[in-house]
């Protein structure tokens, strides 16, 4: 018996309950098939702030392409960018490859066993290192992400604001006394599919929970105040027109987002900070900033995307240019057929409709 919260937990009945419901209920995932470090890495890249069913196909598409470490190491990151496209969080792409290119040519590109070079790596932090290891090399570590804070936030009765850092540091405590040692990466992956399937942010089904009987805030009653997570900054709006510009060749002019930063070295349609710029000045402000001289014609539409920390409300607008030669390097003319070879943003895919209308 282990106590936490002045809560009594069975250690070995909890671990018991809960792989005996995983091995009979565990969902068949691509990246299940086996322990490839590798495979088990992109997939908890994918995964991180998005939901599994949206990872799927993008995880069999970027392993066809990439399918080894050596694969993705070499590989431009255009490419790599084209096949992230639409499942955002793009610099979770650029980090995986930066990693992986050290992982060749540090550790001959196998990923490493040891968790101080395995966390140095970019993008790798304590639940990543913690999943790779315990689920591709069967090493007892936590990996805690929101599912597992959701679960033992129940099971232990934890009120500790989960937003907090050293929350997480106390979740980690805790897995790391309640971890299956013979099968860390079955327990690991156990909690993390209780925490989707039955004990859900909201409406958990408790009464077809494996592991009810062991769970402190069930029997309290107060399973749905559980996690205590403080609400999230208001997001800011920002609203841009975007320019859809045209020649006289029906070529669209399309621009390279910077290196670093939000959608990093994307390609976008001309994209006006109209708050900043005002009407009025908007064709002098294309020109001031690209070299660009355009008439703005009719607008074709409009949209919203929402992202976790700001909104883009966007007014997309036709525009013609005559000039031929781009004076800046930033920009290129592409014909319309040939734009889908190139990665953008989700807003921007949504805005191909609008083309040649």
Not at 232 to 247: C, E, F, G, H, M
Request: a neutral charge; hydrophobic letters at 40%; one cysteine or more.
């Amino acid at each position: 018996m282990i106590k936490k919260n002045a809560q009594y937990i069975d250690k070995g009945s909890f671990q018991q309950d809960l792989l005996g419901w995983y091995h009979a209920n565990k969902r068949d995932l691509p990246w299940r098939k086996d322990q490839d470090p590798y495979k088990v890495w992109v997939s908890e890249i994918m995964l991180q702030q998005t939901k599994v069913d949206t990872v799927i196909p993008y995880f069999y598409r970027f392993i066809e392409k990439f399918p080894t470490i050596h694969a993705l190491a070499a590989a431009e990151q255009q490419d790599v960018l084209k096949a992230w496209e639409g499942l955002g969080y793009y610099s979770r792409a650029r980090n995986l490859q930066n990693a992986v290119k050290e992982v060749v040519s540090s550790y001959g590109g196998e990923v490493p066993r040891n968790p101080d070079e395995l966390g140095a790596l970019k993008g790798v932090g304590p639940y990543t290192k913690g999943a790779i290891l315990s689920i591709a090399y069967n090493q007892p570590e936590p990996a805690v992400d929101g599912n597992v804070m959701r679960v033992f936030s129940r099971v232990l009765k934890v009120e500790e604001d989960i937003a907090l850092q050293k929350t997480k540091k106390l979740f980690e405590s805790h897995v790391r006394e309640l971890i299956y040692e013979d099968d860390p990466s079955s327990f690991n992956q156990a909690v993390m599919e209780l925490g989707a399937l039955i004990c859900t942010p909201k409406s958990p089904s408790c009464m077809i929970c494996p592991v009810q009987i062991h769970c402190s805030a069930f029997k309290a009653g107060i399973q749905e105040d559980l996690p205590v997570k403080t609400k999230a900054k208001k997001q800011r709006i920002i609203p841009y027109i975007i320019l859809l510009v045209r020649n006289s060749k029906n070529e669209y002019i399309i621009e390279k987002r910077a290196e670093n930063g939000l959608l990093a070295n994307l390609w976008q349609f001309l994209m006006v900070p109209i708050n900043e710029i005002g009407w009025d000045h908007l064709e002098n402000w294309v020109y001031s900033e690209y070299g660009l001289k355009v008439k703005i014609g009719t607008k074709k539409g409009k949209l919203k995307h929402v992202f976790s920390h700001l909104i883009w409300q966007l007014d997309i607008y036709e525009a013609a240019t005559e000039q031929e030669q781009l004076p800046d390097d930033r920009l290129l003319f592409v014909e319309k057929g040939n734009l889908e070879s190139f990665p953008f943003p989700v807003s921007h895919q949504k805005m191909m409709k609008y083309l040649g209308e």
